[in-house]
């Protein structure tokens, strides 16, 4: 091992190993790419941490080459343009690392003894506060949306993302693929 890094790639490629790899269907593969994403987050979020060693890196072990295969796999048998594809299997490890970072972020400020998820229930209701406290001349959409800026959280913004995600890839879908 010449750098630090590569032992922390190492353990990431070996958690990799546990992602369970769907075969796609191309009728499927929207719900297929939501699957894959949902496996990709439960295994990161069981191991803490482990997705801050994958941000900003190109997945280079076999296990993460294989889960970024099978995004691909997907996409393509779905249609989605080459071009799309090879951004969008980015664009999705991005959005799951970032998921899962937070998520342990979240975990990791409860005090002892304490359930995680109630002690950020807790910090939410502060924020609420604090925006509607706000100056409503100068945050006039804060204000106003504060219940829908901080009405769900964790699986439910998670779905939503996923959701976004697919749905913006599947966008792409119907036009035709030119040169690259």
């Known amino acids: 091992m010449s750098r630090p890094r590569d032992v922390r790639e190492l353990m990431l490629d070996r958690v990799a190993a546990e992602i369970r790899i769907p075969v796609p269907d191309p009728a499927r593969w929207q719900e297929q790419l939501k699957e894959l994403a949902r ?7 069981s191991h803490r941490d482990i997705a801050t060693v994958s941000m900003g890196m190109v997945p280079t072990g076999p296990h993460l080459m294989d889960v970024a295969e099978a995004h691909l796999a997907l996409m393509r ?3 989605v343009p080459k071009r ?10 991005m959005f799951l690392d970032a998921d899962a970072v937070e998520d342990t972020i979240n975990l990791a400020k409860a005090p002892a003894g304490e359930d995680p998820w109630e002690h950020f ?9 604090y925006f509607a406290a706000l100056p409503p001349d100068r945050y006039p959409n804060l204000v106003d949306m504060v219940d829908e800026l901080t009405a769900e959280g964790g699986e439910a913004r998670f779905e939503f993302g996923l959701d976004l995600l697919v ?8 036009e035709e693929e030119g040169p690259g």
């Open 39 to 45: 496996e990709i987050r439960r295994v990161y979020t």
């Open 77 to 79: 048998a779905g249609g």
């Open 84 to 93: 799309v594809a090879g951004i969008a299997v980015d664009t999705l490890g």
């Open 121 to 129: 229930g807790k910090y939410i209701k502060q924020v609420q506060e």
């Open 167 to 174: 749905r913006g890839i599947a966008s792409y879908v119907q």
